[in-house]
């Protein structure tokens, strides 16, 4: 042993030695974490997105958030797809088809799904232009490869027996002119039932949140397996 050179040359092997192994073991590390990310990277590329364009109905107004149908639809998927919520209150047709291309562009969605036309047809406004809106939206959404669900809504009396038959028409004649799903009355169940509404009377409660998702859920249901998510038979019920 050389005075203040304490290891010697067999410690200083074995040091060597040491360091490799070291070496060795921190690279395995991370290729197995590189090889993680890349799995969980793929995993989720692999699921499909539903974007959600909606209004007030599918953004919990006035309850709070994780009562809202999708948020719950998020939870009921439990990460099987992932779920783009980016309805905004107050939304019409025409603001949503101004904002759709982007989305489009920025998700690549799988599935949209059409929540709009309550703030059209309380504020009167033409049903054609609802109408034009909502094709436009229907053929973007198709052109980009993604399929299409039409969440149908009624509305007050307020305009009179044949304004409101005019605006509900469009839902059902857009279903069938572009072949797509539709849930013909996304309140059913909700609307005229006490307890279900909030105070303004049209906003639905949060009791009624679980419902609207049922209304929702036979429609969207094969369109997820159809994108290769795998439903247990009680979630196809």
């Known amino acids: ?44 590329a692999e699921r499909p997105i539903v974007l959600v364009m909606g209004d007030s109905l599918s953004t919990a107004y006035g309850i709070e958030r994780e009562t809202g149908w999708v948020r719950l639809l998020e939870e009921r998927l439990d990460e099987r ?57 229907i053929e973007a959404s198709q052109s980009a ?32 002119y572009y072949d797509t799903p539709l849930v013909p009355f996304l309140l059913e169940g909700v609307a005229l039932e006490e307890g279900m509404m909030q105070d303004d009377g049209i906003h639905p409660t949060s009791d009624a949140q679980p419902i609207i998702l049922d209304n929702v859920w036979p429609e969207l249901a094969p369109l997820l397996e159809g994108n290769g998510v795998e439903l247990a038979e009680a979630d196809r019920e």
């Open 1 to 44: 042993m050389v005075k203040g050179f304490p290891i010697g040359v067999n410690g200083v092997c074995r040091a060597r030695q040491a360091q490799r192994r070291l070496s060795f073991a921190g690279s395995a590390c991370v290729m197995l974490l590189a090889l993680m990310l890349a799995a969980s990277a793929a995993l989720a």
């Open 145 to 176: 490869g993604a399929e299409v669900l039409l969440l149908g809504i009624d509305i007050p009396p307020n305009y009179g027996p044949a304004y409101r038959r005019a605006f509900t028409d469009v839902f059902a004649r857009l279903a069938d």
């Open 81 to 137: 797809a992932r779920v783009v919520n980016a309805s905004i209150s107050g939304e019409t047709s025409s603001g949503g088809a101004s904002r759709l291309p982007e989305l489009i562009g920025q998700h690549d969605p799988d599935i949209v799904l059409l929540e709009l036309g309550g703030n059209d047809g309380l504020r009167g406004l033409p049903p054609s232009q609802l109408e034009a809106n909502l094709a436009g939206m």
